[in-house]
Nanobody, 130 residues
Framework: VQLQASGGGLVRPGGSLRLSCAVS????????IGWFRQAPGKEREGVSC????????YAESVKGGRFTISRDVALNTVYLQMDNLKFEDTAVYYC????????????????????????WGQGTQVTVSS
């Protein structure tokens, strides 16, 4: 089981990036994939998740349409399109297998438990800077 995140880079505020998570050893029909990020000095936080039916969920902090999660089942790849990037989006972004199939809270926001996440891939750095 492997997950490999890619697509990070340096971008100006307001710019866009598309991250990719290539998975192997399992299929997207059977397992959900979450995107997490960790900024310097901060805890790792969940950003978005796509479940086995392709249903998307977003953390409260990124709701509003700036981030869009999607997948290509044939390519076994999950994407995170990030638009209108802000300074505070700077972080290392990781993809991970979510064993809860994307739980959500009463607001419909992505809810996760770190103990139910596995197969963390190597992260990809996203830096938003002018």
């Amino acid at each position: 089981v492997q997950l490999q995140a890619s697509g990070g880079g340096l971008v100006r505020p307001g710019g866009s990036l598309r991250l990719s998570c290539a998975v192997s050893g399992f299929t997207l029909d059977n397992d959900a994939i979450g995107w997490f990020r960790q900024a310097p000095g901060k805890e790792r936080e969940g950003v978005s998740c796509i479940n086995t039916d392709g249903g998307p969920y977003y953390a409260e902090s990124v709701k509003g349409g700036r981030f869009t999660i999607s997948r290509d089942v044939a390519l076994n790849t999950v994407y995170l399109q990030m638009d209108n990037l802000k300074f505070e989006d700077t972080a290392v972004y990781y993809c991970v297998r979510d064993l809860l199939n994307c739980a959500y809270d009463y607001k419909g926001s992505y809810y996760y438990s770190l103990k139910d996440l596995d197969a963390w891939g190597q992260g990809t750095q996203v830096t938003v800077s002018s």
